[in-house]
């Protein structure tokens, strides 16, 4: 069987740091790719010369739209391979219309994400943050026969927004512990959300029953500023909100106040905008935890969406089907 010509369309910074060495040799062996460095400009006279015999593109960050004019250039693709998450920003409906078949890494790109998740929880529940603050600050012990009885994840609350793969990921990763797990997804049904693990409530009940709610619902124009102040003021005094999703699903002023007033503590590692202005009032809350968007795959886990890609890659090639397609019915609900 003669391997399929293939080719990289992604920045040439995401090419080096997804496809190192190990993981380019890897891919090579499964089709015919083409030379680096790799496509970021599909209008170029080289892009339009490895276009034209092209039938599957490895796409990653960086890779521009896969429009009619490129798909004019390309008329033997037939599977788009991306070794990132969502693929909204290139795949076109030029694309779907063709039939070209869509494969996604989202679900490798879930796991560090969850990961993270899970620490937050475990950190928040035991105020490790602030008390080491205090520890630093005082250098002595206090006394932990005093501790107040919401430090602690015995038996606490967590709230997930929305089943998506993150979320269900992390519901598998609090089962060993003890926790009540609640979730809120207008498409998963009661028996669905106990299969998983979780107790199926409303919005509201999610904010207002929970320890600490974890966002991971995608951003669509219906989740735009979803967690709204209503939904923050409501949480218990003390609670804390984790958002690994995109800053414009929680209302930031809204969030900035009821941090600010020490109601609640928050986990960020998104936010709207990305990045805060310098002199924006959450740097300096106590409370309020913000990371720079690392939750998603960094570092040694580049691995892991590389060997995701070529997998994919391989089993197209084999005419086997790919194991993550992204399916076009599907992207109402996407990220």
């Not at 494969?103 to 899970?118: D, G, H, K, M, Q």
């Not at 609350?157 to 598998?172: D, F, M, N, Q, W």
């Not at 949480?235 to 929680?250: D, E, F, H, K």
Request: net charge neutral; hydrophobic share 45%; charged share 20%.
């Amino acid at each position: 069987m003669t391997p399929p010509r293939a080719a990289l369309a992604m920045s040439p910074r995401a090419a080096a740091a997804v496809f190192a060495p190990r993981s380019l040799a890897a891919l090579a062996e499964v089709c015919d790719l083409a030379p680096p460095p790799a496509l970021d400009d599909l209008t170029t006279g080289r892009a339009k010369e490895v276009l034209a015999d092209v039938e599957v593109l490895v796409t990653g960050w960086g890779c521009p739209p896969l429009d009619v004019g490129v798909l004019a250039a390309a008329p033997r693709l037939r599977a788009v391979v991306h070794a990132a998450g969502s693929v909204r920003g290139h795949v076109t409906d030029a694309c779907w219309e063709r039939g070209i078949a869509v494969s996604s890494a989202a679900a490798a790109n879930a796991l560090p994400v969850a990961e993270y998740t899970l620490a937050m929880i475990l950190l928040h529940g035991k105020h490790v943050l602030e008390r080491a603050r205090d520890y630093r600050r005082a250098r002595e012990r206090d006394d932990w026969l005093r501790t107040p009885h919401e430090v602690g994840n015995y038996r606490r609350t967590v709230g997930i927004l929305s089943a998506s793969l993150i979320g269900r990921r992390v519901i598998e990763l609090l089962r060993p512990f003890d926790f009540e797990v609640l979730l809120h997804d207008p498409y998963v049904g009661a028996a669905e959300a106990a299969a998983l693990g979780a107790e199926r409530v409303s919005l509201p009940g999610l904010f207002t029953r929970g320890d600490l709610v974890s966002v991971h619902t995608p951003l669509l124009p219906a989740t735009r500023g979803l967690v709204g102040r209503d939904l923050l003021a409501s949480m218990r005094p003390g609670a804390t909100l984790i958002n690994t999703s995109r800053g414009a699903v929680v209302d930031q002023d809204a969030l900035t106040d009821v941090v600010r007033a020490g109601r609640i503590r928050a986990v960020l590692d998104v936010t709207d905008p990305e990045v805060l202005p310098a002199g924006h009032p959450l740097w300096d809350c106590p409370n309020a935890l913000i990371t720079p968007h690392l939750a998603g795959s960094q570092g040694s886990e580049w691995q892991r969406l590389a060997d995701t890609a070529v997998g994919e890659v391989a089993r197209w090639a084999a005419g086997e089907g790919l194991a993550h397609p992204v399916r076009r019915e599907r992207l109402a609900y996407l990220a």
